[in-house]
Protein backbone atom coordinates (compact mmCIF):
# COMPACT_ATOMS: atom_id res chain seq x y z
CA UNK A 1 0.00 0.00 0.00
CA UNK A 2 1.33 3.60 -0.80
CA UNK A 3 2.43 5.60 2.16
CA UNK A 4 0.34 7.96 0.53
CA UNK A 5 -2.41 6.53 0.94
CA UNK A 6 -2.85 5.86 3.99
CA UNK A 7 -5.15 7.88 6.42
CA UNK A 8 -4.59 5.80 9.52
CA UNK A 9 -1.69 3.44 10.72
CA UNK A 10 -1.80 1.72 13.93
CA UNK A 11 1.80 -0.16 14.86
CA UNK A 12 1.99 -2.56 17.18
CA UNK A 13 -0.84 -1.65 19.52
CA UNK A 14 -0.99 -2.91 22.74
CA UNK A 15 -3.80 -2.32 25.64
CA UNK A 16 -3.80 -3.71 28.95
CA UNK A 17 -6.42 -3.49 31.63
CA UNK A 18 -5.24 -4.01 35.58
CA UNK A 19 -8.01 -6.82 37.22
CA UNK A 20 -8.24 -8.40 40.33
CA UNK A 21 -6.76 -11.79 38.53
CA UNK A 22 -4.16 -10.02 37.28
CA UNK A 23 -3.26 -7.94 33.99
CA UNK A 24 -5.43 -8.56 31.11
CA UNK A 25 -3.58 -7.85 27.86
CA UNK A 26 -6.72 -7.31 25.55
CA UNK A 27 -5.38 -5.89 22.39
CA UNK A 28 -1.58 -7.68 21.97
CA UNK A 29 0.58 -5.65 19.39
CA UNK A 30 -2.24 -5.17 16.80
CA UNK A 31 -1.21 -3.49 13.35
CA UNK A 32 -2.85 -2.41 10.20
CA UNK A 33 -3.76 0.13 7.82
CA UNK A 34 -6.77 2.33 6.73
CA UNK A 35 -7.00 4.26 3.51
CA UNK A 36 -9.13 7.20 2.71
CA UNK A 37 -12.69 6.02 1.82
CA UNK A 38 -12.22 2.33 2.79
CA UNK A 39 -14.20 0.45 4.70
CA UNK A 40 -12.83 -1.76 6.82
CA UNK A 41 -14.87 -4.23 8.75
CA UNK A 42 -13.54 -6.10 12.22
CA UNK A 43 -14.74 -8.86 13.16
CA UNK A 44 -14.37 -11.86 16.04
CA UNK A 45 -16.22 -13.46 18.82
CA UNK A 46 -16.59 -11.27 22.30
CA UNK A 47 -13.58 -10.51 23.96
CA UNK A 48 -11.63 -10.61 20.98
CA UNK A 49 -10.16 -6.96 20.91
CA UNK A 50 -12.66 -5.32 18.59
CA UNK A 51 -14.02 -2.52 20.42
CA UNK A 52 -11.13 -2.04 22.54
CA UNK A 53 -8.84 -1.15 19.73
CA UNK A 54 -11.31 1.19 18.17
CA UNK A 55 -11.58 3.03 21.64
CA UNK A 56 -7.90 3.35 22.33
CA UNK A 57 -7.80 4.93 18.69
CA UNK A 58 -10.21 7.67 20.43
CA UNK A 59 -8.62 7.71 23.55
CA UNK A 60 -11.37 6.78 25.70
CA UNK A 61 -10.11 3.60 27.19
CA UNK A 62 -11.16 4.31 30.91
CA UNK A 63 -7.27 5.12 32.87
CA UNK A 64 -7.84 3.10 35.87
CA UNK A 65 -7.87 0.46 34.96
CA UNK A 66 -6.98 -0.01 31.09
CA UNK A 67 -4.09 1.56 29.37
CA UNK A 68 -2.70 1.71 26.03
CA UNK A 69 1.13 0.53 26.89
CA UNK A 70 2.89 0.56 23.65
CA UNK A 71 3.05 1.19 19.98
CA UNK A 72 1.79 4.29 17.78
CA UNK A 73 -1.73 5.27 16.43
CA UNK A 74 -0.89 7.38 13.21
CA UNK A 75 -3.36 9.41 11.88
CA UNK A 76 -1.98 12.41 9.06
CA UNK A 77 1.08 11.61 10.48
CA UNK A 78 0.19 12.27 14.42
CA UNK A 79 0.08 9.45 17.38
CA UNK A 80 -3.17 9.94 18.64
CA UNK A 81 -1.42 7.89 21.91
CA UNK A 82 0.77 10.63 22.44
CA UNK A 83 -2.02 13.73 22.49
CA UNK A 84 -2.97 15.41 25.29
CA UNK A 85 -7.02 15.31 26.08
CA UNK A 86 -6.99 18.88 25.20
CA UNK A 87 -5.44 18.10 21.70
CA UNK A 88 -8.05 15.48 21.23
CA UNK A 89 -11.30 16.78 21.59
CA UNK A 90 -10.50 18.80 19.07
CA UNK A 91 -10.33 15.49 17.10
CA UNK A 92 -12.63 13.17 18.66
CA UNK A 93 -16.06 13.56 17.11
CA UNK A 94 -14.76 16.07 14.31
CA UNK A 95 -12.24 14.46 12.20
CA UNK A 96 -12.99 11.02 13.82
CA UNK A 97 -16.23 10.17 15.29
CA UNK A 98 -18.12 7.05 16.65
CA UNK A 99 -21.24 5.44 16.65
CA UNK A 100 -21.79 3.53 20.07
CA UNK A 101 -23.77 -0.16 20.04
CA UNK A 102 -26.07 1.00 22.46
CA UNK A 103 -27.83 4.88 21.66
CA UNK A 104 -29.56 4.70 24.69
CA UNK A 105 -26.83 4.43 27.01
CA UNK A 106 -24.65 6.53 24.62
CA UNK A 107 -27.43 9.77 24.21
CA UNK A 108 -27.92 12.18 27.00
CA UNK A 109 -31.85 11.61 28.66
CA UNK A 110 -32.46 14.85 29.66
CA UNK A 111 -31.04 16.79 26.17
CA UNK A 112 -33.15 17.38 23.44
CA UNK A 113 -31.93 14.87 20.23
CA UNK A 114 -31.31 18.25 17.96
CA UNK A 115 -29.42 20.04 20.70
CA UNK A 116 -27.05 17.00 21.18
CA UNK A 117 -26.31 17.11 17.76
CA UNK A 118 -25.96 21.50 17.61
CA UNK A 119 -23.46 20.81 20.73
CA UNK A 120 -20.93 18.74 18.39
CA UNK A 121 -21.42 21.99 15.60
CA UNK A 122 -20.73 24.29 18.16
CA UNK A 123 -18.13 22.80 19.78
CA UNK A 124 -16.17 21.82 16.59
CA UNK A 125 -17.31 24.59 13.63
CA UNK A 126 -17.93 27.79 15.41
CA UNK A 127 -22.21 27.87 14.78
CA UNK A 128 -24.12 29.78 16.51
CA UNK A 129 -27.32 27.97 18.54
CA UNK A 130 -29.45 29.08 15.68
CA UNK A 131 -27.10 28.23 13.09
CA UNK A 132 -26.16 24.70 14.43
CA UNK A 133 -29.67 24.15 15.02
CA UNK A 134 -30.59 24.27 11.81
CA UNK A 135 -28.00 22.15 10.45
CA UNK A 136 -28.86 19.52 13.61
CA UNK A 137 -32.48 19.08 11.88
CA UNK A 138 -30.88 19.03 8.43
CA UNK A 139 -28.60 16.16 9.33
CA UNK A 140 -31.27 14.17 10.72
CA UNK A 141 -33.25 14.38 7.97
CA UNK A 142 -29.92 13.49 5.86
CA UNK A 143 -29.92 10.13 8.15
CA UNK A 144 -33.75 9.15 7.23
CA UNK A 145 -35.43 10.71 10.31
CA UNK A 146 -39.50 12.04 9.53
CA UNK A 147 -40.57 15.14 10.42
CA UNK A 148 -37.07 16.56 11.58
CA UNK A 149 -37.89 19.41 12.93
CA UNK A 150 -40.27 18.24 15.49
CA UNK A 151 -38.20 14.88 16.12
CA UNK A 152 -34.94 17.33 17.00
CA UNK A 153 -37.26 18.84 20.16
CA UNK A 154 -37.78 15.19 21.50
CA UNK A 155 -36.16 13.43 24.16
CA UNK A 156 -34.01 10.11 23.36
CA UNK A 157 -37.04 8.15 25.12
CA UNK A 158 -39.71 9.34 22.77
CA UNK A 159 -37.65 7.68 20.20
CA UNK A 160 -37.18 3.77 18.65
CA UNK A 161 -34.37 2.02 18.88
CA UNK A 162 -33.53 2.76 14.95
CA UNK A 163 -34.41 6.63 15.19
CA UNK A 164 -32.17 6.94 18.54
CA UNK A 165 -29.51 5.32 16.12
CA UNK A 166 -30.02 7.36 13.26
CA UNK A 167 -29.30 10.12 16.02
CA UNK A 168 -25.93 9.13 16.85
CA UNK A 169 -25.35 8.83 13.16
CA UNK A 170 -26.34 12.01 12.76
CA UNK A 171 -24.15 13.08 15.54
CA UNK A 172 -21.02 11.58 14.57
CA UNK A 173 -21.08 12.74 10.95
CA UNK A 174 -22.42 16.17 11.68
CA UNK A 175 -18.63 17.91 11.62
CA UNK A 176 -17.98 15.14 8.35
CA UNK A 177 -15.01 13.12 9.80
CA UNK A 178 -12.70 11.72 7.48
CA UNK A 179 -13.25 8.30 10.50
CA UNK A 180 -16.25 7.16 10.95
CA UNK A 181 -15.75 4.16 13.71
CA UNK A 182 -19.26 2.01 13.84
CA UNK A 183 -19.25 -0.78 16.79
CA UNK A 184 -22.16 -2.67 16.33
CA UNK A 185 -24.40 -0.22 15.26
CA UNK A 186 -27.15 -2.55 14.06
CA UNK A 187 -27.34 -4.60 17.19
CA UNK A 188 -30.50 -5.27 18.80
CA UNK A 189 -32.26 -3.33 15.52
CA UNK A 190 -34.52 -5.15 13.64
CA UNK A 191 -33.77 -6.58 10.02
CA UNK A 192 -35.24 -3.66 8.11
CA UNK A 193 -33.99 -1.00 10.23
CA UNK A 194 -30.63 -2.87 10.11
CA UNK A 195 -30.81 -2.79 6.46
CA UNK A 196 -31.13 1.09 5.93
CA UNK A 197 -28.58 1.73 8.61
CA UNK A 198 -26.28 -0.36 6.10
CA UNK A 199 -27.45 1.56 3.29
CA UNK A 200 -27.32 4.86 5.30
CA UNK A 201 -23.26 3.91 6.13
CA UNK A 202 -22.67 3.13 2.70
CA UNK A 203 -24.18 6.37 1.05
CA UNK A 204 -22.13 8.60 3.17
CA UNK A 205 -19.24 6.62 2.34
CA UNK A 206 -19.72 7.33 -1.09
CA UNK A 207 -20.88 10.85 -0.72
CA UNK A 208 -18.47 11.50 1.82
CA UNK A 209 -15.55 9.42 0.89
CA UNK A 210 -15.62 8.99 4.79
CA UNK A 211 -13.53 5.65 5.56
CA UNK A 212 -15.21 3.68 7.84
CA UNK A 213 -13.90 1.02 10.64
CA UNK A 214 -17.39 -1.53 10.95
CA UNK A 215 -16.65 -3.59 14.38
CA UNK A 216 -19.26 -6.40 14.37
CA UNK A 217 -19.57 -9.81 14.99
CA UNK A 218 -21.93 -10.87 11.90
CA UNK A 219 -20.32 -11.65 8.78
CA UNK A 220 -23.19 -11.43 6.88
CA UNK A 221 -23.20 -7.49 7.69
CA UNK A 222 -19.62 -7.50 6.55
CA UNK A 223 -19.92 -9.00 3.28
CA UNK A 224 -22.72 -6.50 2.49
CA UNK A 225 -20.61 -3.67 3.43
CA UNK A 226 -16.86 -3.83 3.54
CA UNK A 227 -14.16 -3.69 1.63
CA UNK A 228 -11.62 -5.51 3.39
CA UNK A 229 -11.79 -7.46 6.36
CA UNK A 230 -10.05 -8.27 9.27
CA UNK A 231 -10.40 -11.36 11.63
CA UNK A 232 -9.20 -10.88 15.41
CA UNK A 233 -8.45 -13.69 17.93
CA UNK A 234 -7.97 -13.22 22.03
CA UNK A 235 -5.96 -9.89 21.06
CA UNK A 236 -4.61 -10.68 17.97
CA UNK A 237 -5.16 -9.91 14.17
CA UNK A 238 -5.21 -13.66 12.91
CA UNK A 239 -6.49 -12.59 9.14
CA UNK A 240 -6.55 -9.43 6.84
CA UNK A 241 -7.75 -9.46 3.13
CA UNK A 242 -9.73 -8.14 0.60
CA UNK A 243 -13.62 -9.38 1.82
CA UNK A 244 -13.88 -11.08 -1.50
CA UNK A 245 -10.96 -13.03 -0.92
CA UNK A 246 -11.95 -13.84 2.60
CA UNK A 247 -15.09 -15.28 2.20
CA UNK A 248 -14.43 -17.20 -0.96
CA UNK A 249 -10.74 -18.94 0.31
CA UNK A 250 -10.47 -18.09 3.75
CA UNK A 251 -6.88 -19.13 4.96
CA UNK A 252 -6.85 -19.17 9.07
CA UNK A 253 -8.35 -21.95 10.72
CA UNK A 254 -10.53 -19.62 13.02
CA UNK A 255 -11.69 -17.79 9.53
CA UNK A 256 -12.66 -20.91 8.22
CA UNK A 257 -14.60 -21.57 11.18
CA UNK A 258 -16.07 -18.69 11.29
CA UNK A 259 -17.62 -18.70 8.11
CA UNK A 260 -18.70 -23.10 8.25
CA UNK A 261 -20.94 -21.30 11.87
CA UNK A 262 -23.21 -19.12 9.58
CA UNK A 263 -26.61 -21.15 9.44
CA UNK A 264 -27.75 -22.34 5.72
CA UNK A 265 -30.50 -22.57 4.04
CA UNK A 266 -30.75 -25.93 2.60
CA UNK A 267 -32.97 -28.83 1.82
CA UNK A 268 -31.05 -31.75 3.95
CA UNK A 269 -31.28 -31.01 7.88
CA UNK A 270 -27.51 -30.73 9.00
CA UNK A 271 -26.25 -29.68 12.24
CA UNK A 272 -24.92 -26.15 12.93
CA UNK A 273 -21.30 -26.36 12.50
CA UNK A 274 -19.32 -25.02 15.92
CA UNK A 275 -15.67 -24.13 16.73
CA UNK A 276 -14.50 -26.72 19.35
CA UNK A 277 -13.90 -25.02 22.97
CA UNK A 278 -14.04 -21.28 24.22
CA UNK A 279 -12.20 -18.23 23.94
CA UNK A 280 -9.26 -18.57 26.24
CA UNK A 281 -9.68 -16.90 29.35
CA UNK A 282 -7.78 -13.27 28.73
CA UNK A 283 -5.23 -13.86 32.01
CA UNK A 284 -4.05 -17.31 30.63
CA UNK A 285 -0.98 -17.48 28.98
CA UNK A 286 -1.15 -19.80 26.13
CA UNK A 287 2.52 -21.18 24.72
CA UNK A 288 2.11 -21.15 21.24
CA UNK A 289 -0.61 -20.05 18.64
CA UNK A 290 -3.32 -18.70 20.97
CA UNK A 291 -6.29 -20.61 18.76
CA UNK A 292 -4.56 -24.39 19.15
CA UNK A 293 -6.57 -25.58 21.46
CA UNK A 294 -9.53 -25.29 19.79
CA UNK A 295 -8.10 -25.67 16.37
CA UNK A 296 -8.55 -29.09 14.36
CA UNK A 297 -5.17 -28.89 12.02
CA UNK A 298 -2.87 -27.93 14.70
CA UNK A 299 0.28 -29.40 14.67
CA UNK A 300 3.34 -29.51 17.12
CA UNK A 301 5.22 -26.48 16.11
CA UNK A 302 1.66 -24.67 16.70
CA UNK A 303 1.85 -25.83 20.24
CA UNK A 304 5.26 -24.53 20.86
CA UNK A 305 5.97 -21.53 18.64
CA UNK A 306 3.54 -18.57 18.17
CA UNK A 307 3.19 -17.71 13.88
CA UNK A 308 4.50 -14.56 13.20
CA UNK A 309 2.21 -12.62 10.43
CA UNK A 310 3.26 -13.87 6.83
CA UNK A 311 2.13 -11.88 3.97
CA UNK A 312 0.10 -14.39 1.38
CA UNK A 313 -0.01 -11.69 -1.09
CA UNK A 314 0.34 -7.30 -1.10
CA UNK A 315 -3.07 -7.68 0.31
CA UNK A 316 -3.45 -10.37 2.48
CA UNK A 317 -1.94 -11.28 5.93
CA UNK A 318 -2.39 -14.47 7.83
CA UNK A 319 -1.08 -15.71 11.16
CA UNK A 320 -0.83 -19.06 10.70
CA UNK A 321 1.59 -21.65 9.93
CA UNK A 322 -0.01 -23.59 7.43
CA UNK A 323 1.00 -20.34 5.89
CA UNK A 324 3.94 -20.58 6.13
CA UNK A 325 5.96 -19.80 2.54
CA UNK A 326 8.81 -21.68 3.93
CA UNK A 327 7.10 -24.92 4.27
CA UNK A 328 6.08 -27.32 1.74
CA UNK A 329 3.14 -28.33 4.02
CA UNK A 330 0.87 -25.79 3.78
CA UNK A 331 -0.83 -22.85 2.74
CA UNK A 332 -2.43 -24.43 -0.29
CA UNK A 333 -5.73 -21.96 -0.01
CA UNK A 334 -7.88 -24.66 2.37
CA UNK A 335 -5.23 -25.13 5.71
CA UNK A 336 -4.59 -28.46 4.00
Not at 110 to 127: D, F, N, P, V, W
Not at 176 to 192: F, G, R
Not at 251 to 263: E, F, R, V
Not at 293 to 313: G, I, L, N, W
Request: neutral net charge; charged residues 25%; aromatic residues 4%.
Amino acid sequence: MNQAEKLLEIKDLCVEFKTMAGTVRAVDHLSYSLRKGEKLGIVGESGSGKSVSSLAMMQLIPNPPGKVTGGQILYNGKDLAQLSEREMQKIRGNEISMIFQEPMTSLNPIIRCGKQIAESLKLHRGMKKKEAMEEAIRMMEAVGIANPSMRAYEYPHQMSGGMRQRVMIAMALACQPQILIADEPTTALDVTIQAQILDLIRDLNQTMNTSVVFITHDLGVVSELCDTVMVMYNGRMVEKAPAQEIFESPLHPYTQGLLNAIPRITKERAPLSTIEGMVPNPTERIEGCRFWPRCPKATEQCKKQEPPVFEVSDSRQVRCWLCDPNETTGGDGNGN
